[in-house]
């Protein structure tokens, strides 16, 4: 992302492998939103996730959690309304923070001599400034975290710790997600034995012979597997049954 060396993780999969606590309901991601809100001496929080098919023109950001309070309320269609299209296109292509000064502050959040690894929106269009960080989980999980207030000034050491901080929020987030899909809608051992030949490169003729089934059937399980998985489709499917532990 173009910070010093060490500080952020770099890709997914390094991402994967540092430890996160487990948490047990959206709830206990707050104390430590908050924590991170009072580093960037910023009024409030937002996190917004990429939702739709996989389809670029189908895609939009939900608000999963915020703290603007029913006297915002309207903060959420607004930020989406101003920035939406903008920053669905920017977490395809990069993970630079975002920034954006509103309509009463005089500049956007962050030193100047940070301004080359974060990307500038167009000031004004809101009441409040803000930063974004992007945070990209592969296929699932991707999204923003906010932090939105007035004269935000965060040093280059606070923007890049809070960064790395949003991912390991988003990557609880995304797992807490993951249990409970699993816990709803368990795999059956027919759907966990075709989902495990397809992860080891078998195509749908081989695995039918080597479980004695028809094609049609395991179409069928993997079909019906990737639909619990809440994937678009068995690459995605046999990917988050690796993640959860269904398969190796």
Known sequence: MGYPAGRTMSSAEQLRTVRVNRIS???DLFPRLIAMQKLADAQGFAIFRVSGSGLPA??????????????NAGFGKAFTDAYGDILLDHIDKSLLPLSWAGGYDRAAPGPADFSPFMTRLQDGILPFSGLAFPVRLGAVGNGFILF????????????VELHGRCCHIM??????????????EALSEREIACLQLAGDGRISEEIADKLGLSVHTVNAYLGSATIKLDSVNRIQAIAKAIRLGYIS
Do not use: H
Not at 58 to 70: M, P, T, Y
Not at 176 to 182: F, H, K, M, Q, V
């Open 58 to 71: 189908k895609q939009r950001l939900v608000c999963e959690l915020e703290n603007w309070g029913s006297s």
């Open 171 to 184: 990557m609880d987030l995304l797992s807490l997600d993951e249990r409970r899909t699993a816990a709803a």
């Open 25 to 27: 309901s959206r709830s």
């Open 148 to 159: 939105t207030g007035d004269e935000l000034d965060p040093s280059s050491d606070t923007i």
